[in-house]
């Protein structure tokens, strides 16, 4: 079975500094990334996600993220956040072999100060 | 544009009350999933259902139970509620498989559930 550990449960940060996320997984097998966000009283929206090929990869809103196979990590990073950018955001899998579910991590609050 | 809605955002039910969440696609996907959403714990998979009248339980599916009569709808039942069960619940769907460059997992505005 999967798990999702994200790293940091509460990330401030100042208006146009970078900030990093981090998400780990524990899995044996190839898997599917994701990472969602949830604005304030919404639902989540997919910011990115990685199937295969580049482990680089770009999302909405200026995020990216990498994806490390020997870390076993898919780190989201964003090199000058705004005010709108606060938010939570969530790292999620999906197993190859049981590749039609997600897990979840915690979730990280990013808060975003001028 | 892709929809999920969820038939009600906010929710106040008595302890024993027997209660319906309901969530319908308009994208034609296969899989429905019921989430509920702590603090602290992420998002935890209640049920799945991949087929209509076909469902799979999740990680935490003991005092609900769910309804896929038709594609496009997916119920979530609380059959006694209970005050451990106060929490946020998101639908999701999705193609078959993640597998699919175009896929994700697409999510409703969640319903926030109080039992007193």
């Known amino acids: 079975a999967q798990s999702v550990t994200q790293l940091d449960s509460q990330v401030p940060v100042f208006e146009e500094a970078p900030v990093e996320l981090r998400c780990n997984y524990s899995s044996s097998v190839s898997v599917y990334l994701f990472w969602y966000v949830q604005y304030p009283n919404q639902g989540l929206q997919l910011l990115l996600k990685y199937l295969s090929g580049s482990t680089l990869v770009k999302g909405i809103n200026g995020f990216e993220a990498e994806f490390n196979k020997s870390q076993t990590s898919f780190h989201l990073r964003k090199p000058s956040v705004h005010i709108s950018d606060t938010a939570e955001y969530f790292c999620?899998?999906?197993?190859?072999?049981?590749?039609?579910?997600?897990?979840f991590g915690a979730g990280t609050t990013v808060t975003v100060r001028a | 544009d892709v929809k999920v809605t969820q038939s009600s955002r906010y929710l106040v039910k008595r302890t024993g009350e027997k209660v319906f969440l309901e969530c319908v696609q308009d994208m034609d996907h296969e899989n429905m999933f019921w989430y509920r959403q702590d603090p602290g714990l992420g998002l935890r998979l209640i049920y799945f259902?991949?087929?209509?009248?076909?469902?799979e339980k999740g990680d935490i599916p003991e005092g609900y139970s769910v309804s896929r009569e038709k594609k496009e709808r997916f119920s979530l039942i609380l059959e006694s509620a209970s005050t451990n069960q106060t929490s946020m619940y998101l639908c999701?769907?999705?193609?078959?498989?993640?597998?699919?460059?175009?896929?994700?997992?697409?999510f409703g505005q969640g319903t926030r559930l109080t039992v007193v």
């Open positions: 999620a899998v999906s197993e190859g072999n049981n590749d039609y579910k997600l897990s």
């Open positions: 259902s991949y087929d209509v009248k076909m469902k």
């Open positions: 999701a769907s999705s193609l078959p498989t993640f597998r699919d460059t175009k896929a994700g997992a697409f």
